[in-house]
């Protein structure tokens, strides 16, 4: 499995991003998927998560501001980020939703960086 985040960048307060996460050598629709966070010293954090049937979950810090979607025919999830707040910064990466969680696959991407300030 590998993943390729992108879309990440500096924004100001309240501003908005759009990630893309592309996903390969993976059954890619059969696939529950999530966008995490992770910011230095923490461990990273569930904030998105759509399964296969498009139903949707969001953590609390994100609900009503984030969306998370995804295009079967080309192995990709987004997430549509809006009213951004400084406590959003951090590397976002997408992998399959495993046990508890957690990254199905070990194989991380690069992630993509979010910084949000005033």
């Known amino acids: 499995a590998q993943f390729v985040e992108s879309g990440g960048g500096a924004v100001e307060i309240g501003g908005s991003l759009r990630l893309s996460c592309e996903a390969f050598?993976?059954?890619?629709?059969?696939?529950?998927m999530g966008w995490y966070t992770q910011v230095p010293g923490k461990q990273r954090e569930l904030v998105a998560s759509?399964?296969?049937?498009?139903?949707?979950n969001y953590a609390d810090s994100v609900q009503g501001r984030f969306t998370i979607s995804r295009d079967d025919a080309k192995n990709t999830v987004y997430l549509q980020m809006n009213r951004l707040k400084p406590e959003d910064t951090a590397v976002y990466y997408c992998?399959?939703?495993?046990?508890?969680?957690?990254?199905?696959?070990?194989?991380w991407g690069q992630g993509t960086q979010v910084t949000v300030s005033s």
């Open positions: 992998n399959a939703i495993g046990l508890g969680g957690r990254g199905a696959y070990n194989t």
């Open positions: 050598d993976v059954n890619f629709s059969r696939l529950d």
């Open positions: 759509i399964d296969s049937r498009n139903n949707r």
